[in-house]
């Protein structure tokens, strides 16, 4: 089979990602082609972030002010051979020094119904802080 066609045989981001350790220890095993592979992503992903951080403007207008960027994923994940989520960091912090590296201690859906449940609350506890007793 060309490897391009086991690549695009199935869309599923997974069967990629599966490949993830398998590099990561030819890597670690001083395979040059695994290595640059592995730096060719971390540009890649850090080259994304880099423009969804710009475009959203969460450095501010010097590109020096600090924002969260939340690390996700179990390719983000340190390794002891390639720490792929340092690697992106190390990357994006060239650019942008006040990047806050996060990584959450609950899972991002779950993440998700907490920031909205705070989200209900502030604007339960506004709307009834605005009560005029007149």
Known sequence: MIPYRWTYADPSWARIANLVPV???C???G???ANDILLHAVQELASSVK???HRLGLCGKDGKA???LVM?????????RWDIGKEVIDCISKDFPGTHPVRPKVE???G???LAWNYLIEQYQQEHSEVDYD
């Open 112 to 114: 998700a119904a907490l």
């Open 72 to 80: 996700v994923g179990n390719v983000l994940e340190a390794n002891r």
């Open 66 to 68: 600090s924002f969260p």
């Open 51 to 53: 423009a969804v951080v």
């Open 27 to 29: 890597a670690g095993a």
């Open 23 to 25: 590099v990561i220890s």
């Open 31 to 33: 395979d040059q082609v």
């Open 108 to 110: 991002p859906a779950v």
